[in-house]
């Protein structure tokens, strides 16, 4: 047996966890106990967060759509159908869909392709807050020592650990204001001041001073909130959904509202989406695609529509980055191998581009570390 340190992929919380292997199988997941952030506590989610291991729709071979059913295929064969495919489209009608899901390396890859390709990109921020991570410096830390604390959203029940930062911080005397469109329990019980809103961008944040920190967790522009208190001095911090959304925005792929995220799908012609599922939202924004490629761990709603399926290891199965909410560059580490042949994102990406001509500019994950450094510092 052996013990795996990693980073949690449930949120952008960025919480160290250790995953348990025995018999190349990873059979538990706990908290890491020196993690600065999580201090070793964990949620349900990440208690849990290795299950979608052993997934049962799990992809494990390439797939190609002939006369409505997927087919298995080579890794050759199913790249060369893609390449000779994208070379019928113009660039305008082309749009790659990264991920904050996947890893740093993964989404730097796609954009590396897209860009070479002159293609659109983008990545779907969902119901985070808009906001630009590069001139955020607020951190995680600064929660706990806050003297007046304002929640727009919610983040007891959808991120836990920040919620526990919150409490500590009402342990130390810290008044808690909180905002949100739905009167939840959990939220009432934790405020000291509770707001039913129908609008979050209506919020009046004019009395906040130094000893303010707002915590952000809804589909607003984050920007503005920072712009608007910035003489007051108070600290500003957006939530993240995913992972590594703020990995993905950092290396420079657009970062799109859910509107946004629609109407970029409703208006391409080929389509290749890497570890989303939008056909969750609705099937008909991928209506109007006449080429589609899906490249994910599990046969997903999305997949079902693809003319070619790439069956991708998940996080526990390679090695690479996140960055969570506040920026902090973390490691994560290969536990176990892929299925069957599931390949590593950047590496199908590369594999890719190789079949279509194009040098990305690396040869190696540590190529690609040296230049996400670069980006993101």
Same mark, same amino acid.
């Given at each position: 047996?052996?013990?795996?340190?990693?980073?949690?992929?449930?949120?952008?919380?960025?919480?160290?966890?250790?995953?348990i292997v025995k018999d190349d199988r990873v059979v538990g997941?706990?908290?890491?106990?020196?993690?600065?952030?999580?201090?070793?506590?964990?949620?349900l989610y990440g208690q849990n967060c290795y299950? =979608?291991?052993?997934?049962?729709?799990?992809?494990?071979?390439?797939?190609?759509?002939?006369?409505?059913?997927?087919?298995?295929?080579?890794?050759?064969?199913?790249?060369?159908?893609?390449?000779?495919?994208?070379?019928?489209?113009?660039?305008?009608? =082309?749009?790659?869909?990264?991920?904050?899901?996947?890893?740093?390396?993964?989404?730097?890859?796609?954009?590396?392709?897209?860009?070479?390709?002159?293609?659109?990109?983008?990545?779907?921020?969902?119901?985070?807050?808009?906001?630009?991570?590069?001139? =955020?410096?607020?951190?995680?830390?600064?929660?706990?020592?806050?003297?007046?604390?304002?929640?727009?959203?919610?983040?007891?029940?959808?991120?836990?650990?920040?919620?526990?930062?919150?409490?500590?911080?009402?342990?130390?005397?810290?008044?808690?204001?909180?905002?949100?469109?739905?009167?939840?329990?959990?939220?009432?019980?934790?405020?000291?001041?509770?707001?039913?809103?129908?609008?979050? /961008? !209506?919020?009046?944040?004019?009395?906040?001073?130094?000893?303010?920190?707002?915590?952000?967790?809804?589909?607003?522009?984050?920007?503005?909130?920072?712009?608007?208190?910035?003489? /007051?001095?108070?600290?500003?911090?957006?939530?993240?959904?995913?992972?590594?959304?703020?990995?993905?925005?950092?290396?420079?792929?657009?970062?799109?509202?859910?509107?946004?995220?629609?109407?970029?799908? !409703?208006? /391409?012609?080929?389509?290749?989406?890497?570890?989303?599922?939008?056909?969750?939202?609705?099937?008909?924004?991928?209506?109007?695609?006449?080429?589609?490629?899906?490249?994910?761990?599990?046969?997903?709603?999305?997949?079902?529509?693809?003319?070619?399926?790439?069956?991708?290891?998940?996080?526990?199965?390679?090695?690479?980055?996140?960055?969570?909410?506040?920026?902090?560059?973390?490691?994560?580490? !290969?536990?176990?191998?892929?299925?069957?042949?599931?390949?590593?994102?950047?590496?199908?990406?590369?594999?890719?581009?190789?079949?279509?001509?194009?040098?990305?500019?690396?040869?190696?994950?540590?190529?690609?570390?040296?230049? =996400?450094?670069?980006?993101? /510092?």
């Amino acid at each position: 047996m052996k013990v795996v340190h990693t980073i949690c992929p449930g949120c952008s919380v960025g919480c160290g966890i250790d995953l348990i292997v025995k018999d190349d199988r990873v059979v538990g997941a706990h908290p890491y106990k020196k993690h600065p952030i999580n201090e070793g506590k964990s949620c349900l989610y990440g208690q849990n967060c290795y299950k =979608i291991i052993y997934h049962e729709k799990r992809l494990k071979r390439p797939l190609i759509k002939k006369n409505g059913k997927f087919v298995e295929v080579s890794w050759d064969k199913a790249l060369d159908f893609i390449a000779e495919n994208l070379k019928k489209y113009n660039a305008e009608d =082309i749009t790659f869909i990264a991920s904050g899901k996947c890893t740093n390396e993964d989404n730097y890859a796609l954009k590396k392709l897209a860009d070479n390709l002159k293609a659109r990109i983008g990545h779907c921020i969902c119901n985070s807050p808009k906001a630009n991570y590069a001139e =955020i410096s607020t951190s995680i830390d600064d929660i706990e020592n806050a003297k007046n604390i304002i929640i727009i959203g919610d983040v007891f029940s959808e991120h836990t650990l920040i919620g526990r930062k919150v409490i500590k911080a009402k342990e130390k005397g810290a008044k808690v204001a909180i905002f949100n469109i739905d009167e939840k329990e959990i939220l009432k019980l934790n405020a000291d001041k509770f707001i039913r809103v129908d609008d979050y /961008s !209506k919020i009046d944040l004019s009395s906040v001073d130094e000893d303010t920190m707002i915590i952000i967790n809804a589909p607003i522009n984050a920007d503005e909130i920072i712009k608007n208190v910035k003489e /007051s001095g108070a600290k500003v911090l957006p939530i993240a959904k995913h992972c590594n959304t703020v990995g993905a925005t950092l290396i420079g792929i657009p970062a799109l509202n859910k509107d946004e995220y629609i109407n970029l799908l !409703k208006d /391409s012609k080929c389509l290749y989406i890497m570890g989303e599922n939008p056909a969750l939202i609705s099937e008909d924004i991928l209506k109007n695609a006449e080429f589609l490629v899906v490249q994910d761990i599990i046969m997903s709603e999305t997949a079902e529509f693809a003319d070619v399926v790439l069956p991708s290891s998940c996080w526990a199965e390679k090695d690479g980055t996140f960055i969570n909410t506040d920026k902090r560059l973390q490691k994560i580490n !290969k536990a176990v191998n892929p299925p069957g042949e599931a390949m590593t994102d950047w590496m199908i990406i590369k594999n890719l581009a190789e079949k279509l001509g194009i040098d990305l500019g690396f040869n190696s994950l540590e190529d690609i570390q040296k230049e =996400i450094i670069k980006v993101v /510092s």
